[in-house]
């Protein structure tokens, strides 16, 4: 089934240690985003891709940073994790249709120790 | 700037019975869509249902309907013969371009 794949699940990494998350997806949607979820609140906006055309949300800070290598993935690295950072980090995809919904990934949790 | 509110954090229904979970926006823009998301408890988001907006026709999926009113800016969600598998988080949301805005979701729990 095509779908939108996220790796790890759940990922611990040390205080101030770089961190990958990584995304994947078979549905050949042109534009991917990136998510994240803090506890039982909605979904927040960090970037995505338009194809290769990267387009970063003006809050979103310096400490993100993203990577598409192809069409069917997508990264995100946070270069140096602080306690905040903890939370859920959400992929998504979708075609360039207005009326298309997301594709979601099952999400990576990042716990920051 | 477009923005989403739903304004029940928690709603509870009984199951079979029927529960709406309400959504406003506020937008200036003509031609737009909205959409429902499910979240089950650390499981992925789901679309439930969709809405386009010119279209005057409530939105209907199977247990799934809307009451979309777009003078009012308003897009709630109808679920019928809850069942124990729809507890969750519901997300509204709002694409206009390549943009989704969600609301802050309301977590619906099915009493047995």
């Known amino acids: 089934d095509a779908m939108v794949i996220q790796n790890p699940r759940y990922q611990v990494t040390q205080f101030g240690k770089p961190v990958t998350l990584s995304c994947s997806q078979t549905l050949n949607h042109n534009v991917m985003y990136w998510y994240q979820q803090k506890s039982s609140q909605a979904p927040k906006l960090l970037f995505h891709y338009y194809d290769k055309d990267f387009n970063n949300e003006a809050d979103t800070p310096d400490n993100f940073q993203s990577r598409r290598p192809n069409t069917s993935f997508c990264f995100l690295d946070i270069r140096s994790p602080g306690l905040g950072d903890a939370a859920m980090y959400l992929c998504?995809?979708?075609?360039?249709?207005?009326?298309?919904?997301?594709?979601f990934g099952s999400g990576t949790r990042l716990t920051v120790v | 700037a477009q923005t989403v509110t739903q304004s029940q954090p928690e709603m509870s229904v009984q199951e079979a019975e029927t529960v709406t979970l309400s959504c406003t926006y506020d937008t200036s823009e003509s031609d737009y869509y909205l959409f429902w998301y499910k979240q089950p408890p650390s499981r992925q988001m789901i679309l439930v249902i969709r809405?386009?907006?010119?279209?005057?026709q409530n939105a209907t999926e199977n247990r799934f309907s809307v009451n979309f009113q777009k003078a009012a800016k308003s897009f709630s969600l109808k679920i019928s013969d809850s069942q124990l598998g729809d507890a969750a988080m519901y997300f509204c949301?709002?694409?206009?371009?390549?943009?989704?805005?969600f609301g802050t979701g309301t977590s619906l729990t099915v009493i047995p």
């Open positions: 998504a995809t979708s075609r360039d249709s207005p009326g298309d919904g997301y594709t």
């Open positions: 949301a709002y694409r206009r371009s390549n943009q989704f805005y």
């Open positions: 809405q386009e907006a010119y279209k005057q």
